[in-house]
Nanobody, 124 residues
């Protein structure tokens, strides 16, 4: 059983930065993919960044490419999302997710385990 706990959300002005953390407990072997999704009020949940544990390759949605960085500390099995140059449209609840043998990296149904979410609010 894998458990995910996010932290690090908050309120920031446009242009600022935040770093989200996701503490992962339980085994996540090389078959896993880990990802960050977000959901703004009234909108569908969307994937923003993903990482294959097998080779560490990062993948980003075009809306965050060049601004967000996904990384993982293997020592304590913590997933991070560094968010720079934040925009008001980045305002959302952010979730980390984990799943095995993920095909569509930004497909919600591919992920079995989800955290409870952490709120990010960016003001203009």
């Amino acid at each position: 059983q894998v458990q995910l706990v996010e932290s690090g959300g908050g309120s920031v002005q446009a242009g600022g930065s935040l770093r989200l953390s996701c503490a992962i407990s339980g085994a996540t072997d090389r078959s896993y993919c880990v990802a960050w999704f977000r959901q703004a009020p009234g909108q569908e949940r969307e994937g923003v960044a993903a990482r294959r544990v097998l080779d560490g390759s990062p993948y980003y949605d075009d809306s965050v490419k060049g601004r967000f960085t996904i990384s993982q500390d293997n020592a304590d099995n913590t997933l991070y999302l560094q968010m720079n140059t934040l925009k008001p449209e980045d305002t959302a609840m952010y979730y980390c997710a984990a799943g095995r043998w993920v095909g569509d990296l930004f497909g919600q149904s591919e992920y079995t385990y989800w955290g409870q979410g952490t709120q990010v609010t960016v003001s203009s």
